[in-house]
C-alpha cells in the first residue's frame, strides 16, 4: 500500500501529469511524468474499458504493489507526479508483463532514479 503522503488525489494533480508531462505507453499501460517542486505522489486510472469493477480494482491493486516495491527500492524520483493509466490489455496481462511495461514507462518518462 502507498503511504497516504504518496497517493495522488487532486483532479489538478493528475491533469498536470496527463496534460503536460511526458508520457510513454506500452500494450497494457501508459504512465505519465510531470516534474514538480513537491514530494513524489503517484495516481491509477483504470477507465470501465478495462472491464467490470472486479477486474478493473485487481488490476488497480497490481499497479499498486508494483509501484510500492518499486518506491522501496527506491527507483523511482523523489519529487513530481506519476500517473500510471491502464488500458484494456492489462485486464488479461500477466503481473510479469505489467510489471516489465511499468519499468519500461517509468523509464522512458524520466521518472526513474
Known sequence: MLAREQ?????????V????????GSRTLVCHWADAEDPLRVGF????AVGPAV???????R???EVA????????????LLVVRALPA?????????RSDL???????????
Open 7 to 15: 497517493r495522488m488525489r487532486r483532479g489538478d494533480d493528475f491533469a
Open 17 to 24: 501529469a496527463v496534460r503536460s508531462g511526458r508520457r510513454a
Open 45 to 48: 486510472v483504470v477507465s470501465k
Open 55 to 61: 477486474t478493473r480494482n485487481r488490476v488497480k491493486r
Open 63 to 65: 499497479l499498486r504493489h
Open 69 to 80: 516495491l518499486l518506491l522501496a527500492d527506491h527507483a523511482l524520483r523523489e519529487q513530481g
Open 90 to 98: 492489462a485486464a488479461g496481462a500477466e503481473l510479469a508483463d505489467l
Open 103 to 113: 519499468v519500461r514507462g517509468i523509464r522512458r518518462t524520466g521518472a526513474a532514479a
